[in-house]
């Protein structure tokens, strides 16, 4: 699943989710947690089976429940699983055991995130992301974190790199997608744009997202550059050249490319394919 930018929307918002309908996201996802009152749990639910039958868009589609501590957790649960939506986040996951308690109520086909919010969750970042089954990826909060470590306030969230790395980390080693925070600030383009470009750069697959302006940035961001894909198109001619055969080190461009270096520009090239393939 292509994952570079992912738009939350209240599920209780109509106008919002039939704006999204046609958006360039590569994920739309129906909140049915923090965005959405506690008087209007219930509807937002029913809103979003409604949303989530009917189809027609563009992006994918996923939803975040409440949690399963919660009064909604369960009826969330119970009443996505019947819609067919393909993905479902958990939020605040704190355990492994957490994450199989999400897992073992899905519909078979259904992926799950789990957000990662909490101090406690850091701190089990190894046990959560090795939960299997139908985990496919780690989503940072980085507000609800940033409040729970009591951070201060820092405007290139240099209290959190540390855990942005863990999270990256621990999902690569379990082939899990990893997705960076919200941008808080909806005034500040070229702030978000930077922050894009940072959480690329920490290894994210994309980012999460609170309004529509951001979706052209994180898309940006978090796609190959025509530079990079020139080297990586150069790189695997260079291996596949009679003269490579059975190398597992050339030269290419003036620089020692290795087979893990061919591995990356293998990957790149598919990430661009899979883009094109989107439209």
Known sequence: M?????????ASNPRAIEKARTLACDLAVLDLEDAVAP???DAARIAAVKTVRGGGFSPDVGVRVNGLDTPWGEADLRGIAASGVRLIVAPKVESGDQARAYAE???????????IETPGAVLRLAEIASAGGPLAGLM????????GLRTGPSPDREPLKPWMAAVVAAARANGLLAIDGVFNRLDDASGHAAECREGR???????SLIHPSQIAAANAAFSPTADELEEARALVAAFASPESDGKGAIRVDGRMAERLHLQAAE???ERQRRIEARG
């Not at 292509?2 to 209240?10: C, E, G, I, M």
């Not at 940072?140 to 409040?147: K, P, R």
């Not at 750069?201 to 980012?207: M, N, S, V």
């Open 105 to 115: 109520r899905l519909p078979d086909g259904c992926a799950l995130w789990a957000m």
């Open 2 to 10: 292509l994952a570079r930018s992912v738009l939350f929307l209240p």
């Open 140 to 147: 940072l909060g980085v507000n609800d974190l940033a409040a």
């Open 201 to 207: 750069l920490y290894g994210f697959d994309g980012k």
């Open 267 to 269: 990957a790149l090239l």
């Open 39 to 41: 008087e209007e749990k």
